[in-house]
């Protein structure tokens, strides 16, 4: 097939959704001769800030049998890593790094197959950092810190979580002072104590690396409702869920209606010896549907009241690490506070962070040699300073949703522009589908998006 007259697609970020994507249309017999370019800015490709190869052994969250990025295919990540680990089962809470590994042998498989499904494949080492829409000879123009300019007929923004805001209360150099979570320069091993802001998965990640380079020092961890993420069961464990859950669920009239019924569907299983988790489970790949019936007020409501509650029981974390986190809780090692960050202060002797504990009307304060920032990507896309979402932004291609979620799309993933019209050609698949569907985190939600849009790019019918 002649490549030369071919059509363009980029997908822009080789993070998980990224090489998602591209294995699709790499996999996929094409309708019209195509040139696939992949350009991710860091040297390693299928890594993101999740699977990267990082000094500590960190893992993934979720059983190796839910982690296939093909959703066809869901033992595809379970087979791969039994070729180096025979004994690895379907339980497993295997190395993220791993995953990175599985994401980067499955692209180079599938781009084995580009030249029989008529395709050019293209992977770039280099940052986009402008995007232009333009007539001819494509539809758009991508600028790369390189100083190569790229056309390209259609583009999928994979760009992953953009970086968490800096500490609301502190001066300039506290905030210098507050690290990224996964940077390991960063990690001291001074006895000193550690401030944690945030306590999701992040701190879980940051509280278990500090914990494996020093294991004397006191961690503290301050977020707003103090509560800790829960832990996995074992994938075997399944109960059967009351069958009137969906039928409830469809006309729940309202989010209080739908937390009544979760609440006590979740109590009963739970008190019949079955599993919450489940219930969770089922809930979650209904929330896409349910989110978008809430009214704006109601998401505002949910983000309020509900979220915290949901996300702990939500975003979950393996037994033994949880164990370990009770142990630290045990020996006053790792304290817990739930309350609200007043002020942290670059002082000679170290950081100086004050917080009101929830409840109460008096400030608590210490001193700490570091404050960690885990309080998760800050989605609001008109605050990122990454040039590409700047550019975006200026141009008026991207919109940010009511709440700051995420972005605007429509359902073909396309993005909807600052006039309010979906961008024909220019798709975004990543973390901030949140503005639409809410769950968009995870694996298991983020493979099929990047499934689906791939099957309509290759069938050339996404636009
Ligand atoms: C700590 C952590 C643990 C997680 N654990 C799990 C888990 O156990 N199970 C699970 O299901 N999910 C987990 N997740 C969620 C999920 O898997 C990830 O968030 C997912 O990797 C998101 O994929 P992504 O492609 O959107 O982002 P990323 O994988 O981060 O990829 C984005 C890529 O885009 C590149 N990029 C950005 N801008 C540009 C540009 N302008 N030009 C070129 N390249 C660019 C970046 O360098 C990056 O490589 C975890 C998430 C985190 C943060």
């Not at 007020?297 to 029981?313: A, G, K, N, S």
Request: charged share 20%; proline share 6%; hydrophobic share 40%.
């Amino acid at each position: 097939m002649a490549i030369d007259s071919a059509r363009t697609i980029t997908i822009v970020g080789g993070g998980f959704c990224g090489v998602v994507a591209a294995i699709h249309v790499l996999r996929s017999r094409q309708s019209l001769p195509t040139r696939l370019v992949l350009v991710e800015r860091s040297p390693d490709i299928a890594r993101g800030a999740t699977y990267a190869r990082r000094p500590h052994p960190f893992i993934l969250n979720v059983p190796a049998a839910r982690m296939s990025a093909t959703p066809s295919d869901p033992n595809e990540f379970l087979a791969f890593a039994q070729t180096r680990l025979p004994d690895a089962t379907a339980e497993d809470f295997l190395s993220r790094e791993l995953y990175g590994d599985y994401l980067e042998a499955t692209l180079q498989q599938a781009s084995l197959l580009a030249g029989l499904n008529g395709i050019r494949f293209e992977r770039l080492h280099d940052e986009v950092i402008d995007l232009d829409a333009c007539d001819k000879p494509t539809r758009y123009r991508l600028t790369l810190a390189s100083g190569v300019v790229l056309n390209s007929d259609e583009v999928v923004l994979a760009l992953g979580n953009p970086p968490a805001a800096p500490l609301p209360i502190a001066d300039r150099s506290a905030n210098a002072l507050s690290v990224n979570p996964w940077n390991p320069e960063q990690w001291s091993a001074s006895q000193a104590p550690i401030f944690v802001l945030g306590s999701g998965l992040t701190m879980v990640d940051t509280v278990s690396a500090l914990n494996a380079r020093s294991s004397d020092r006191e961690i503290h961890v301050l977020s707003r409702h103090g509560l800790l993420p829960l832990s996995q069961t074992d994938v075997g464990q399944s109960s059967p869920l009351d069958p009137a859950l969906d039928e409830a669920l469809r006309h729940a009239p309202s989010l209080r209606a739908i937390v009544r019924t979760v609440t006590a569907v979740a109590r009963r299983v739970d008190a019949e010896g079955g599993d919450w988790r489940d219930v969770v489970m089922h809930v979650r790949h209904a929330v896409p549907t349910l989110w978008r019936r809430l009214t704006l007020i109601e998401r505002q409501r949910f983000l309020r009241h509900v979220r915290p509650y949901w996300d702990v029981h939500r975003h979950r974390f393996p037994t033994p690490a949880r164990a370990t986190l009770e142990r630290l809780q045990a020996t006053r090692r790792l304290t817990i506070h739930a309350g609200y960050l007043r002020h942290v202060e670059a002082t000679l002797g170290g950081i100086r962070v004050q917080w009101r504990p929830r409840g109460a009307t008096t400030l608590r304060e210490l001193l700490v040699e570091r404050v960690f920032n885990c309080t998760g990507p800050d989605y609001d896309v008109t605050r990122c300073q990454d040039p590409l979402w700047v550019a975006l932004r200026e141009r008026g291609y991207a919109k940010a949703d009511a709440l700051r979620l995420g972005i605007e799309t429509d359902d073909r993933l396309a993005l909807i522009n600052t006039a309010g019209v979906a961008m024909s050609g220019l798709y975004y698949v990543g973390p901030m589908l949140r503005a639409t569907y809410w769950e968009a985190t995870a694996v298991a939600e983020l493979r099929g998006h990047a499934a689906r849009l791939a099957e309509r790019l290759s069938a050339g019918i996404a636009h």
